[in-house]
């Protein structure tokens, strides 16, 4: 679990994994914002928890998965949530409602990886070489 101090009220808190970075883009007003990936380190069809917590109560907060594979192409996916009352967020039973999925989908920011805005639009996401992790930034 990583911390990050909030700045001019714009707040980006990472979490690492072993193969993935997450990233949490919020309007917050603390300091002490965190966001957890679970499993620390698990294979892709292992299911992983994303929590986020110390947010304003009832913010909006947008979540944003990024890969690039081994030929240099770039991956995204992002999802908008609304914090709960105690100022958190739980992907595997929040509802995003927006960005590259909506509804509950716990492993949406994953899944839904399509290519950057600046790559061909019919890219296709695949393995080339099996024995390099993917990491997600």
Same mark, same amino acid.
């Given at each position: 679990?990583?911390?990050a101090?909030t +700045?001019?009220c714009?707040?980006e808190?990472r =979490?690492?994994?072993?193969? *993935? *970075?997450?990233t949490?883009?919020s309007?917050a007003h603390r &300091?002490? @914002?965190?966001? +957890? /990936? @679970?499993? *620390?380190?698990c294979?892709?069809?292992?299911? +992983?928890t994303?929590? =986020?917590?110390g947010? &304003?109560?009832?913010s909006?907060?947008? %979540? &944003?998965?990024?890969?690039t594979?081994?030929?240099?192409s770039? #991956?995204?996916?992002? /999802?908008?949530?609304?914090s709960? =009352? *105690? ?13 590259s999925?909506?509804?509950? #989908? ?6 839904? %990886?399509?290519?950057?805005?600046h790559?061909?639009p019919?890219?296709? %996401?695949?393995r080339r070489?099996t ?7």
């Amino acid at each position: 679990m990583y911390r990050a101090a909030t +700045t001019k009220c714009l707040l980006e808190c990472r =979490a690492t994994c072993f193969w *993935r *970075r997450l990233t949490i883009t919020s309007i917050a007003h603390r &300091s002490e @914002t965190w966001i +957890t /990936a @679970t499993p *620390r380190v698990c294979l892709h069809d292992v299911p +992983t928890t994303l929590r =986020a917590g110390g947010l &304003s109560p009832n913010s909006p907060i947008t %979540l &944003s998965a990024h890969l690039t594979d081994e030929k240099g192409s770039q #991956f995204c996916s992002h /999802a908008h949530y609304v914090s709960d =009352a *105690r100022g958190c967020v739980e992907v595997g039973e929040a509802a995003s409602v927006g960005g590259s999925y909506t509804g509950v #989908f716990p492993a949406g920011l994953l899944s839904t %990886l399509a290519p950057a805005p600046h790559h061909d639009p019919f890219l296709r %996401l695949y393995r080339r070489n099996t024995r390099i992790p993917w990491k997600y930034t």
